[in-house]
């Protein structure tokens, strides 16, 4: 069983739709990565947590340290917004672990 | 601000070769760390350089080796390659590294073809 799981791993929503990707952890960790990777390969960091709620724009992201679980939303969904979305998390080793990632498409 | 610069950006070898790849992090970053991605296995974690000293190596075997420069630009070497190395090879850096819950900026990646 992978130390991170995350769901759905494929996910279509039509625009303006709400979106919640999740993320749950078996291990203790330090700290939780949101990335975005698009087609090509770059990443980008989305968020970093260690506890309680961030926002970013139309992005939210929230961790539960107690349930070992995370969640990303995004709200008012956009094409753009199509990209495949990873959560990694940092384990007291100072690795990140990651999640297999989520396919988000996002039809106009 | 430049971003973290990786290159090659492609690049194709055959079974037995060894190859290079570079990574230059954004300027004032000490830590730079290594990653494989694959369709099979995802995102796995290689190694992390700070202030040029390796301060963890996740579950590779020796083949995949690396060193950081005192200009905190880094290399990672894969040597006897083999058909399973292929790959996306990315780097990030950070301020602080991994341990102090940085933010990592990552590149753009090698894609690494193995024949």
């Known amino acids: 069983k992978n130390e991170v799981e995350q769901s759905p791993q494929n996910l279509t929503a039509q625009e303006g739709e709400f979106i919640t990707i999740n993320c749950s952890y078996s291990?203790?960790?330090?700290?939780l990565h949101w990335l975005q990777q698009h087609p090509g390969g770059g990443i980008v960091s989305l968020f970093m947590?260690?506890?309680g709620k961030k926002k970013h724009g139309r992005l939210i992201a929230t961790i539960n340290i107690q349930e070992k679980h995370s969640s990303l939303h995004i709200t008012a969904s956009h094409p753009r917004d199509s990209a495949v979305y990873i959560c990694?998390?940092?384990?007291?080793?100072?690795?990140?672990?990651f999640g297999s990632g989520t396919q988000l498409t996002v039809l106009p | 601000k430049a971003g973290v610069t990786q290159t090659p950006r492609y690049l194709i070898k055959t079974r037995g070769q060894q190859v290079t790849l570079s990574c230059s992090p954004i300027?004032?970053?000490?830590?730079v760390s290594w990653y494989q991605q694959t369709p099979g296995q995802g995102l796995q974690f290689l190694f992390e350089y700070f202030s040029e000293t390796q301060r963890n190596k996740g579950n590779f075997p020796g083949r995949f080796s690396g060193r950081q420069f005192s200009n905190s630009r880094s290399e990672m070497n894969v040597s006897t390659l083999e058909l399973g190395d292929s790959a996306l090879y990315l780097c990030a850096s950070s301020l602080q590294g991994l341990g102090a819950k940085n933010i990592q900026y990552f590149g753009a990646g090698t894609r690494l073809s193995v024949l």
């Open positions: 291990v203790g960790i330090s700290a």
């Open positions: 947590l260690s506890s």
């Open positions: 300027s004032g970053h000490r830590s």
């Open positions: 990694a998390a940092l384990v007291p080793a100072r690795q990140l672990t």
